[in-house]
């Protein structure tokens, strides 16, 4: 695995809002199959592919995620970019 950078400074914390119960469950599922491993709960880590972050939902309509570290050779907006498509793919169930 390559090296990893630690985003002490760097990446910004995702906001999803609209995540619904349905929508949060397909998100976890869109990171497990994408080869992202999600602590089971509203909150937790997200690990796989070098990425580590922080997830919390409020349990009704609202995902934060914080990453913390992520491959040397990604950007945040890469990253984000991936997460923010799942969200839009979930929306549509």
Known sequence: MGERKLDTEG???IKFK?????VFSCM??????????VQSGNSGVLEGKGI???F??????????EIK????????GQVSGKF?????E???Y
């Open 11 to 13: 990446c910004q914390g």
């Open 18 to 22: 609209n995540v619904t119960p349905d």
């Open 28 to 37: 976890k599922k869109k990171f497990q199959n994408y080869g992202i491993e």
């Open 52 to 54: 580590i972050a922080h």
């Open 56 to 65: 919390s939902w409020d349990g009704e309509a609202n995902l934060s995620i």
């Open 69 to 76: 570290e992520r491959p040397l050779d990604t950007y945040c």
């Open 84 to 88: 923010r498509a799942f969200w839009r």
């Open 90 to 92: 979930c929306q549509r």
